[in-house]
Nanobody
Framework: QVQLVESGGGLVQAGGSLRLSCAAS????????MGWFRQAPGNERGFVAG????????YYADFVKGRFTIFRDNAKNTVYLQMNSLKPEDTAVYYC?????????????????WGQGTQVTVSS
Protein backbone atom coordinates (compact mmCIF):
# COMPACT_ATOMS: atom_id res chain seq x y z
CA GLN A 1 0.00 0.00 0.00
CA VAL A 2 1.48 3.30 -1.12
CA GLN A 3 1.73 5.98 1.51
CA LEU A 4 2.88 9.57 1.15
CA VAL A 5 3.30 11.46 4.39
CA GLU A 6 4.04 15.18 4.33
CA SER A 7 5.56 17.22 7.11
CA GLY A 8 7.29 20.53 7.61
CA GLY A 9 4.49 23.02 7.17
CA GLY A 10 3.93 25.91 9.55
CA LEU A 11 3.72 29.64 10.02
CA VAL A 12 6.50 31.84 8.67
CA GLN A 13 6.96 35.53 7.97
CA ALA A 14 7.23 36.84 4.45
CA GLY A 15 10.77 36.40 3.16
CA GLY A 16 11.33 33.35 5.33
CA SER A 17 11.93 29.71 4.43
CA LEU A 18 10.38 26.32 5.04
CA ARG A 19 11.30 22.82 3.95
CA LEU A 20 8.52 20.34 3.30
CA SER A 21 9.16 16.61 3.38
CA CYS A 22 7.28 13.76 1.73
CA ALA A 23 8.13 10.30 3.00
CA ALA A 24 7.13 7.69 0.43
CA SER A 25 6.58 4.01 1.08
CA UNK A 26 4.81 0.97 -0.27
CA UNK A 27 6.48 0.48 -3.64
CA UNK A 28 9.50 1.27 -5.77
CA UNK A 29 9.26 4.73 -7.27
CA UNK A 30 12.01 4.42 -9.86
CA UNK A 31 9.69 5.12 -12.78
CA UNK A 32 7.45 7.53 -11.00
CA UNK A 33 7.13 11.26 -10.99
CA MET A 34 6.75 12.98 -7.65
CA GLY A 35 4.96 16.27 -7.48
CA TRP A 36 4.12 19.02 -5.02
CA PHE A 37 0.77 20.74 -5.38
CA ARG A 38 -0.96 23.42 -3.38
CA GLN A 39 -4.51 24.53 -2.75
CA ALA A 40 -5.58 27.80 -1.20
CA PRO A 41 -9.15 28.39 0.02
CA GLY A 42 -11.49 28.92 -2.91
CA ASN A 43 -8.88 27.85 -5.44
CA GLU A 44 -8.28 24.66 -7.36
CA ARG A 45 -5.36 22.43 -6.50
CA GLY A 46 -2.43 23.40 -8.70
CA PHE A 47 1.01 22.14 -9.61
CA VAL A 48 4.03 23.65 -7.86
CA ALA A 49 7.05 21.46 -8.63
CA GLY A 50 7.85 17.97 -9.85
CA UNK A 51 10.73 15.53 -10.03
CA UNK A 52 11.31 12.26 -11.85
CA UNK A 53 12.54 9.87 -9.23
CA UNK A 54 14.91 7.96 -11.48
CA UNK A 55 15.79 10.59 -14.04
CA UNK A 56 16.60 13.62 -11.93
CA UNK A 57 14.56 15.94 -14.11
CA UNK A 58 12.70 18.73 -12.41
CA TYR A 59 9.93 21.12 -13.42
CA TYR A 60 8.59 24.20 -11.69
CA ALA A 61 5.57 26.39 -11.98
CA ASP A 62 6.58 29.87 -13.11
CA PHE A 63 5.49 31.50 -9.87
CA VAL A 64 8.05 29.51 -7.82
CA LYS A 65 11.02 29.44 -10.16
CA GLY A 66 14.12 30.71 -8.42
CA ARG A 67 12.49 30.43 -4.98
CA PHE A 68 11.55 26.76 -4.54
CA THR A 69 13.70 23.67 -5.07
CA ILE A 70 12.52 20.07 -5.25
CA PHE A 71 14.98 17.27 -4.51
CA ARG A 72 15.05 13.76 -3.13
CA ASP A 73 17.00 11.56 -0.73
CA ASN A 74 17.06 8.02 -2.06
CA ALA A 75 18.30 6.52 1.18
CA LYS A 76 15.32 7.97 3.04
CA ASN A 77 12.83 7.52 0.17
CA THR A 78 11.86 11.12 0.77
CA VAL A 79 11.16 14.05 -1.52
CA TYR A 80 11.63 17.60 -0.28
CA LEU A 81 10.42 21.03 -1.27
CA GLN A 82 12.73 23.78 -0.12
CA MET A 83 10.80 27.05 -0.13
CA ASN A 84 12.71 30.32 0.13
CA SER A 85 11.65 33.97 -0.14
CA LEU A 86 8.13 33.01 0.83
CA LYS A 87 5.28 35.39 0.05
CA PRO A 88 1.82 35.70 1.61
CA GLU A 89 0.35 34.38 -1.66
CA ASP A 90 2.22 31.11 -1.07
CA THR A 91 -0.19 30.40 1.79
CA ALA A 92 -1.97 27.11 1.04
CA VAL A 93 -2.21 23.46 1.92
CA TYR A 94 0.66 21.70 0.19
CA TYR A 95 0.25 18.15 -1.06
CA CYS A 96 2.75 15.55 -2.17
CA UNK A 97 1.66 13.26 -5.00
CA UNK A 98 3.01 10.46 -7.18
CA UNK A 99 2.17 9.24 -10.66
CA UNK A 100 3.56 6.48 -12.87
CA UNK A 101 5.72 7.54 -15.77
CA UNK A 102 8.27 10.26 -16.25
CA UNK A 103 6.33 12.97 -18.04
CA UNK A 104 6.53 16.34 -16.35
CA UNK A 105 4.55 18.04 -15.06
CA UNK A 106 1.50 15.96 -15.86
CA UNK A 107 -2.06 16.85 -15.02
CA UNK A 108 -3.49 16.67 -11.53
CA UNK A 109 -5.71 13.75 -12.53
CA UNK A 110 -2.69 11.68 -13.60
CA UNK A 111 -1.36 11.57 -10.06
CA UNK A 112 -2.57 8.36 -8.42
CA UNK A 113 -1.31 8.79 -4.90
CA TRP A 114 -1.69 11.75 -2.56
CA GLY A 115 -0.58 12.69 0.89
CA GLN A 116 -2.82 14.24 3.50
CA GLY A 117 -1.44 17.75 3.02
CA THR A 118 0.44 20.17 5.23
CA GLN A 119 -0.54 23.77 5.90
CA VAL A 120 1.85 26.58 5.00
CA THR A 121 0.94 30.07 6.20
CA VAL A 122 3.02 33.10 5.28
CA SER A 123 2.31 36.28 7.21
CA SER A 124 2.97 39.73 5.81
Amino acid sequence: QVQLVESGGGLVQAGGSLRLSCAASGRTFSYYTMGWFRQAPGNERGFVAGLTWGGDRTYYADFVKGRFTIFRDNAKNTVYLQMNSLKPEDTAVYYCAAKPGLRLPGTTSEYDYWGQGTQVTVSS
